[in-house]
C-alpha cells in the first residue's frame, strides 16, 4: 500500500529527498510519517505531517534539517533531509495513521512501506 523511495548514499552535509506513494485514496485523510531504523537499533520516528499538510511534527535530532511536506490530502509525502551526517544512516519507513493527525508513537500508524535505505559516509 505504500511505496517509499529515493534513498541511495550521500556524503555528510549531502541531501536527499525520500518520496513515499500510497496506492489507496483513503490515506488522503489521514496524517503520514516517516520512521528510520539503524543497524543494531530500535526504530525510531522521524516526522509527521497532517492530513491536510497543515501540522508538522519531528524528532529533535532532525529538526531544522528535515523537512515533511505534502499538497492537501495527497497521497505521497515526502520527507527533505538536509545536511545530512553519518548517524543518519537508516532504513526509512513511511506510515500512514488512521487519524487525520497522529503523533511519534509506531502505534498510531496502521499501514506501513518497506523502506528505503539511506547511508551517509563521513
Known amino acids: 500500500q505504500l511505496q517509499a523511495s529515493g534513498g541511495g548514499s550521500v556524503q555528510a552535509g549531502g541531501s536527499l529527498r525520500l518520496s513515499c506513494a500510497a496506492s489507496r485514496r483513503t490515506v488522503s485523510n489521514n496524517a503520514m510519517a516517516w520512521f528510520r531504523q539503524a543497524p543494531g537499533k530500535e526504530r525510531e520516528f522521524v516526522a509527521t505531517i497532517s492530513w491536510d499538510g497543515g501540522n508538522a511534527y519531528y524528532a529533535d535530532s532532525v529538526k531544522s534539517r528535515f523537512t515533511i511536506s505534502r499538497a492537501k490530502a495527497d497521497t505521497t509525502v515526502y520527507l527533505q533531509m538536509n545536511s545530512l551526517k553519518p548517524e543518519d544512516t537508516a532504513v526509512y519507513y513511511c506510515?500512514?495513521?488512521?487519524?487525520?493527525?497522529?503523533?511519534?508513537?509506531?502505534?498510531?500508524?496502521?499501514?506501513w512501506g518497506r523502506g528505503t535505505l539511506v547511508t551517509v559516509s563521513s
Open positions: 506510515a500512514a495513521s488512521r487519524r487525520s493527525v497522529s503523533g511519534s508513537r509506531e502505534s498510531d500508524y496502521t499501514s
